[in-house]
């Protein structure tokens, strides 16, 4: 297993999401490798919401900039996600994966295994 996440299962709305990703098996700060989000939401497709590189440089989903932050703690070889103001809309299985430059595009190759976040009063 290269990549865990974990985090609440149940939020109220308005909260803020929380999740950890763990990385075993070679730092986050490798050269070339990307750390994403990636969510899912009930009978819809994937849906990205980020990414941070190994450099530490951010790029977020336009639809989903205002209320999110990826942020890592290199000393544990974690990154997490925080998502604000969470709706029912959120709710989704969220992926944490581990991605590298495919033709000139990130692609993920390696991903966790996925964590159910519902959203519901």
């Known amino acids: 297993v290269q990549l865990q996440e974990w985090g609440p299962g149940l939020l109220l709305p308005s909260q803020t999401l929380s999740l950890t990703c763990a990385h075993y098996?070679?730092?986050?700060?490798?050269?070339?490798?990307?750390w994403g989000w990636i969510r899912q939401p009930p009978g819809k497709g994937l849906e990205w919401m980020g990414v941070?590189?190994?450099?530490?440089?951010?790029y977020y989903s336009p639809s989903l900039k205002s209320r999110t932050s990826i942020s890592w703690d290199t000393s544990k070889n974690q990154f997490s996600l925080q998502l604000s103001s969470v709706t029912p809309e959120d709710t989704a299985v969220y992926y944490c994966?581990?991605?590298?430059?495919?033709?000139?595009?990130?692609?993920?190759?390696?991903w966790g295994q996925g964590t159910q976040v519902t959203v519901s009063s």
């Open positions: 994966a581990k991605g590298t430059v495919l033709g000139g595009v990130v692609g993920y190759v390696y």
């Open positions: 098996g070679g730092s986050i700060t490798t050269s070339n490798y990307y």
């Open positions: 941070i590189s190994y450099e530490g440089n951010t």
